[in-house]
């Protein structure tokens, strides 16, 4: 199983940018899909990016044009870089791993807030 750490959130202005990295232990990060999940105050949890161990990304519609995913495998981190945030990305933004096998794993989120 990987553990998974985020950091990077804040709070910053409509229009800013924030970059969220995630930090993986354990041997698999190379070999898993990761991804970055969001939920904001009274929704559902919601797919925002995703990266394949190849590299290859896919994005939410909502996120599309805005947020760029990225993984550097020798430092067993993902991340999010976060452009032209809207008050409506508000949320808490979690980090997915999904091993070969079909495991998941989840870190605890770290909080993005965009407000004036």
């Known amino acids: 199983q990987v553990q998974l750490v985020e950091s990077g959130g804040g709070l910053v202005q409509p229009g800013g940018s924030l970059r969220l990295a995630c930090a993986a232990s354990?041997?698999?990060?190379?070999?898993?899909?990761m991804a970055w999940f969001r939920q904001a105050p009274g929704k559902q949890r919601e797919y925002a990016a995703s990266i394949s161990r190849g590299g290859d990304t896919n994005y939410a519609d909502s996120v599309k044009g805005r947020f760029t995913i990225s993984r550097d495998s020798a430092k067993n981190t993902v991340y999010l870089q976060m452009n032209s945030l809207k008050p409506e990305d508000t949320a808490v933004y979690f980090c997915?791993?999904?091993?070969?096998?079909?495991?998941?794993?989840w870190g605890k989120g770290t909080l993005v807030t965009v407000s004036s």
């Open positions: 354990g041997s698999i990060f190379s070999s898993s899909v």
């Open positions: 997915k791993a999904l091993s070969p096998r079909g495991m998941e794993s």
